[in-house]
């Protein structure tokens, strides 16, 4: 447990991760992170995995308005 949180802490300080060849951002309000989900969404072009936590209301709105859209 602490090794796995020695790894994250590392990862969102130098917001790079070389493990997992993706990149972090730091988002510090719910729009931003709307917005980001939102991009992601959008750039996808077949499949999309959703791993859900923690979400703000209008978050679950935009996410779902979204993926209907793609639907169709």
């Known amino acids: 447990m602490e090794?796995?949180?020695l790894r994250l802490?590392?990862?969102y300080e130098s917001k790079l991760s070389?493990?997992?060849n993706a990149l972090f951002w730091t988002l510090d309000?719910?729009?931003k992170i709307i917005?980001?989900?939102l991009e992601i969404i959008k750039r996808a072009q077949?499949?999309?995995y959703?791993?859900?936590g923690f979400l703000y209301l209008d978050e679950i709105i935009s996410l779902l308005d979204q993926i209907n859209k793609a639907k169709n």
Do not use: M
């Open 3 to 5: 090794e796995t949180e």
């Open 9 to 11: 802490t590392f990862v």
């Open 18 to 20: 070389t493990n997992a």
């Open 29 to 31: 309000d719910s729009k």
């Open 35 to 37: 917005d980001k989900e």
């Open 46 to 48: 077949d499949y999309l």
């Open 50 to 52: 959703l791993r859900s």
